[in-house]
């Protein structure tokens, strides 16, 4: 399995922060984000990782290389300007083959993850007796977090492992998911295309399975959470 780290957005929440600095090679406990989530990945023997960018890009590929750093192979899809994520899929396609492939969006903090539960998730095989077992139509596996305070609404309700846009109770999503290449068809290479109406979409269908994730999980999409993390006593570890 192949995964995708998006990384392509300007973090305009972080400004002055990422007025000079990409908002993934902004550090966490002495670490940047996206490197939590490439060493995480690498742990679980996911070693192929596509990443989009395009604010500042150039410095993303500075400090990673090609990735043998860190056990990977890393290959990146350049956006002169960011395309959102479904558009960063669709641009990225040849990169991921046609396998399901497990995504990630560069800008949360979860540093116990694992990754290795992803790696049968929308299999076109037997999954008899696996927990992540689904429909083989289905499109995108959604791991859900319980809603931060900055988000209380949430984005969708999980009934028996599907993924709803109505119901109670309501969860956040998490950013991390595993998709089908296929859910992207309608997207043209280098077109502007935000992922939640497509997630919404397919939702609709009863083609989205998820699970709730309860482990440690943070959007860092505010300088004020980038300190809380950094915190000297932070009750998150």
Request: hydrophobic residues 40%; contains cysteine.
């Amino acid at each position: 399995m192949k995964a995708m780290i998006f990384a392509a957005g300007r973090g305009e929440r972080m400004r002055p922060l990422t007025d000079d600095c990409p908002k993934p090679l902004l550090k966490v406990r002495g670490r940047p984000l996206i490197v939590w989530h490439i060493l995480n990945l690498v742990r679980a023997g996911i070693t192929e990782i596509v990443i989009n960018h395009a604010h500042l890009g150039d410095m993303i590929e500075q400090a990673l290389g090609d990735g043998s750093a860190f056990g990977a192979s890393i290959a990146y899809s350049r956006e002169g300007t960011a395309l959102e994520t479904a558009g960063g899929v669709a641009l990225a396609r040849p990169l991921l083959g046609v396998e399901p492939f497990v995504a990630i969006a560069a800008d949360v903090y979860c540093p116990h993850f694992d990754f290795s539960q992803v790696s049968d998730t929308l299999k076109d095989n037997d999954l008899w007796g696996n927990p992540h077992a689904i429909d083989k139509r289905d499109v995108a596996w959604l791991y859900l977090v319980k809603n931060p305070a900055h988000h209380p609404q949430g984005d969708f309700a999980l009934n028996n492992f599907s993924v709803t846009n109505e119901g109670e109770p309501r969860y956040t999503f998490s950013g991390i998911a595993v998709y089908r290449p296929s859910m992207f068809d309608s997207v043209q290479a280098g077109d502007t295309a935000k992922l939640a109406p497509l997630l919404r979409e397919y939702a609709a269908r009863g083609q989205v399975g998820g699970e709730v994730y309860r482990g440690d999980w943070t959007d860092v999409g505010t300088a004020e959470r980038l300190d809380q993390l950094n915190a000297p006593y932070s009750p998150r570890s």
